[in-house]
């Protein structure tokens, strides 16, 4: 079960990061403001504790895995 969250959630990660490439034409998502590009991730945990404390993980290995973008 928590291999299922797990890859779910990495799949949100990654439908967030493919939509940050909807710039505007000429854009360059990765270098048009100051600092990383901030993500707004969406999960449906229903006050899960577990499951939350999944998609967490998920999102702090994330965001220390590089610079350019950080999942709120």
Known sequence: MK???QTG???LVALSLALTGCA??????AT????P???KLWTH???NPAELA???QIIED?????SDYVVV
């Open 62 to 66: 994330f965001n220390a895995s590089q």
């Open 45 to 47: 945990s229903a006050g």
């Open 9 to 11: 959630a990495l799949a």
């Open 24 to 29: 505007e034409a000429g854009e360059d998502p």
């Open 37 to 39: 590009i901030e993500l």
């Open 54 to 56: 999944v998609y967490e």
């Open 3 to 5: 291999r299922k969250l």
């Open 32 to 35: 048009s403001g100051d600092g």
